[in-house]
Structures are given as structure tokens and as C-alpha cells.
């Protein structure tokens, strides 16, 4: 059972547009983070989020934790080729910690020049 | 070394072969995971080590799958009698207290059973 969803599963845009990419569950979550992974290597975590409401900005990149801290989005502004990657959410849920964290099903972004 | 080490890089196996799959983390790092990941899709959690603590063995696909921590320091993750569908990604990261929320992943073992 995949706890977290996320969509698009696949995104091709151009330079210069905004894109959303979102995270849901109908689980709580202590806390979610969102890691961007490039071929051939492992994941890097982009930041964390831990409030339910709470937002994050990145540079052109702004992270939204939901109230009921059950989803999450990730919006990016004026996407450049340098974003081409998989985006990853992961919730850490309630005591566990980040003993286990669960990973969405990803987000395939390809910025095109 | 700075980053979490991962060997081999790749490795192809015929089906039924066993693997051994090695993973050096962060020096000094308390927490290590095992996750599988299959083509270009997420993580799946396999097993996490923490100090002295029992590990969590709780996503292990099979017994076929064990993973052990020498020293609280290397770990190496065993697949026995391999079948086609253990063919993914195995990425290995690491953690500690110091290092906040922050998970630190190795490149990944690259795995192939033909």
C-alpha cells in the first residue's frame, strides 16, 4: 500500500513556466520532506517541513506543508533545465521519527531549454 | 570518506545466485537504512539500524533478504536464491543526532537479475 501519492507522475515543461507538483495522504504525518534525485545518484534532501501551514522557500522553489499535515506541494517559479529530476516526498510518521521514513511515488520533471 | 559508499556500483547475477550488497556510511553516523528502489519510481523501506538497538527488520520483502551492521559502523545487505523482480535499485544512507533532519544516500547498488 502506497501511502503517498504524488502528482503529476510525469511533467515536461519549457523554461520560464511554474509548475506544482503535489504530495497527499490520508495519514498524518509528524513531518514530510521533499528530496530532488538526479540519475545515477541518490536522493538530496531539499528541505523539511514540520508545522501543519507551514511554508518553506528554497530560492525559486516554495514548499507547503497542509493543515492537517496530511499533504504537501512543492511549486516551482520559472523552471529552468537545472530542475530536471525526480522529486521525492517523504513523511515521517508519528513516533517512528525518521526511523522509517515513507517515500512518495515520485515526480518526473524535465525542463526543456 | 565524506559521503555514504556504496559497492558494487552494478551487478548482474543469473536468478538463484546469492548477493551481497556493502554499504560504508557517513564515519560516525549512528543510523543506517536500506531502501529499494525500482526503476525511476519511489523508495521502498527496507531495514533500519540504530546504535546497539535491534534493528528494524520490518519491510523485508522475504526471508530470502537479511541485512547485518558490523561494528555500528558497514553493513551489508545478503538477497539469497535471487529472482527477477529483486532487480531495482538499492540505496543505502546514513544519520546522526548532529545531522538533524538531514538523511545523507549513497549513488545506490545497482542490481540485475537475469
Known amino acids: 500500500t502506497q501511502l503517498l501519492e504524488q502528482s503529476p507522475q510525469f511533467l515536461s515543461i519549457q523554461e520560464g513556466e511554474n509548475l506544482t507538483v503535489y504530495c497527499n495522504s490520508s495519514?498524518?504525518?509528524?513531518?514530510l520532506q521533499w528530496y530532488r534525485q538526479e540519475p545515477g545518484e541518490g536522493p538530496v534532501l531539499l528541505v523539511t517541513?514540520?508545522?501543519?501551514?507551514e511554508v518553506k522557500k528554497l530560492k525559486r522553489l516554495t514548499f507547503q506543508f497542509g493543515d492537517a499535515r496530511k499533504d504537501s506541494s512543492l511549486h516551482i517559479t520559472a523552471a529552468q533545465p537545472g530542475d530536471t529530476g525526480l522529486y521525492l516526498c517523504?513523511?515521517?510518521?508519528?513516533?517512528?521519527?525518521?526511523?522509517?521514513?515513507?517515500f512518495g511515488t515520485g515526480t518526473r520533471l524535465l525542463v526543456s531549454p | 570518506g565524506a559521503g555514504v559508499s556504496q559497492s558494487p556500483s552494478n551487478k548482474v547475477t543469473e536468478k538463484g545466485k546469492d548477493v551481497e550488497l556493502r554499504c560504508d556510511p557517513i564515519?560516525?553516523?549512528?543510523?543506517l537504512y536500506w531502501y529499494r528502489q525500482s526503476l525511476g519510481q519511489g523508495l521502498e523501506f527496507l531495514i533500519y539500524?540504530?546504535?546497539?538497538?535491534?534493528?528494524?527488520k520490518s519491510g523485508l520483502p522475504s526471508d530470502r533478504f537479511s541485512a547485518e551492521r558490523t561494528g555500528g559502523s558497514v553493513s551489508t545487505l545478503t538477497i539469497q536464491r535471487t529472482q527477477q523482480e529483486d532487480s531495482a535499485v538499492y540505496l543505502c544512507?546514513?544519520?546522526?543526532?548532529?545531522?538533524?533532519?538531514?538523511?545523507?544516500f549513497g549513488e545506490g547498488s545497482w542490481l540485475t537479475v537475469v
Open positions: 517523504a513523511g515521517a510518521r508519528g513516533n517512528t521519527g525518521f526511523q522509517k521514513l515513507v
Open positions: 517541513v514540520v508545522t501543519g501551514g
Open positions: 495519514s498524518v504525518f509528524s513531518s
Open positions: 544512507a546514513s544519520r546522526t543526532a548532529s545531522s538533524g533532519n538531514t538523511i545523507y
Open positions: 539500524f540504530q546504535g546497539n538497538s535491534a534493528p528494524d
Open positions: 564515519s560516525g553516523h549512528t543510523a
